[in-house]
C-alpha cells in the first residue's frame, strides 16, 4: 500500500493487487450468462485457458481519499473542501458523514490481450479477455471496499458504491471524482468522452454513516423498474 496526496489535499491510499483473480461467476455474467446458468463447454474451457494465461501479467489497482460529508440534499452531496456532486447521490448518500472517492482499474494488460485476440480472429478469446477485463476491475473495487471495512469505527457501516452514469448520477460528475485524485498514479485517465482509458476502469463514491442510518436509505436497485438488468444488485 502506498500513500499520496489528493488534488484536495486528503490523504489518498492507493492498493497495488497483482494476484487478484477475477470472480468466476462475474465473468460468465459479463458474458450474457445469467447468474447460475451453465455456460457451454468450449466457453468454460476458453475461460479457464484465459484465467491461466492472466497469472503474473496483469496489475489491478486502485486509490480512494475519505472526506468528510459537509452537506447532504436530495439530488446534491457536498464534501468538505467544496466538492459537491449532483443527481441523484444525495438521495442514496443521505445517511453518510464521510464519503471514499475512489477509482479502481483492472490495468491495459488486460485490454492489449482482448484486441489482440480479436485481431488475430480469435472472438471467443476476445470476448472473454473482456468479459474478464470487467470482473477483475470490480474484483479491484471489492478490494478497495475491503480495505474500507478495516477503517470502520464500530457502528458504522458502507453504502452501495454509486458511479456516473448509474443510478440517476450523470456522466459528467466523473471529472469531479477525477479532480479530487490524481488518477495517474494508478495509470488511469479521463477521456474527453468522459470515459476512462484503460477502459476497464471503475469510479465511483461510497458514503460512511452509522448502519442504521445507512440501511434506512436502502438499495438504489430495489427502487429501479428495469428487473432485467444485469447489474441489478
Not at 497483482?18 to 450474457?32: F, I, S, T, V, W
Not at 440534499?73 to 471514499?100: D, M, N, S, T, V
Not at 488486460?110 to 477483475?136: H, K, N, P, T
Request: hydrophobic letters at 45%; charged letters at 25%.
Amino acid at each position: 500500500m502506498q500513500h499520496a496526496a489528493g488534488a484536495a489535499d486528503a490523504p489518498v491510499l492507493v492498493l497495488r493487487k497483482p494476484g487478484l483473480r477475477a470472480d468466476r461467476n462475474e465473468a460468465l455474467r459479463y458474458l450474457g450468462y445469467p447468474r447460475g446458468a451453465q455456460a457451454e463447454g468450449l466457453v468454460e474451457a476458453r475461460l479457464d485457458r484465459a484465467f491461466g494465461e492472466l497469472a503474473g501479467r496483469v496489475q489491478p489497482r486502485g486509490m480512494y481519499a475519505l472526506y468528510p460529508v459537509a452537506r447532504v440534499e436530495k439530488e446534491r452531496l457536498e464534501l468538505a473542501g467544496g466538492a459537491a456532486f449532483r443527481g441523484r447521490i444525495g438521495e442514496f448518500l443521505g445517511g453518510a458523514h464521510r464519503a471514499a472517492v475512489f477509482i479502481a482499474t483492472a490495468g491495459p494488460e488486460i485490454v492489449a490481450m482482448a484486441e489482440q485476440a480479436l485481431r488475430g480472429g480469435d472472438r471467443l478469446g476476445g470476448l472473454v479477455y473482456d468479459a474478464l477485463g470487467s470482473a477483475l476491475a470490480e474484483a479491484m473495487v471489492e478490494a478497495l471496499v475491503e480495505d474500507l471495512h478495516l477503517r470502520l469505527a464500530p457502528g458504522e457501516a458502507l453504502t452501495m458504491r454509486y458511479s456516473p452514469g448509474y443510478c440517476g448520477i450523470p456522466l459528467r460528475e466523473q471529472r469531479k471524482i477525477f479532480r479530487l485524485l490524481d488518477a495517474s498514479q494508478i495509470g488511469v485517465g479521463l477521456l474527453p468522452t468522459l470515459i476512462m482509458h484503460p477502459v476497464k476502469s471503475v469510479s465511483g463514491v461510497i458514503g460512511i454513516g452509522p448502519e442504521d442510518g445507512v440501511r434506512a436509505y436502502g438499495n438504489p436497485c430495489d427502487r429501479c423498474p428495469v428487473t432485467d438488468c444485469r447489474m441489478r444488485r
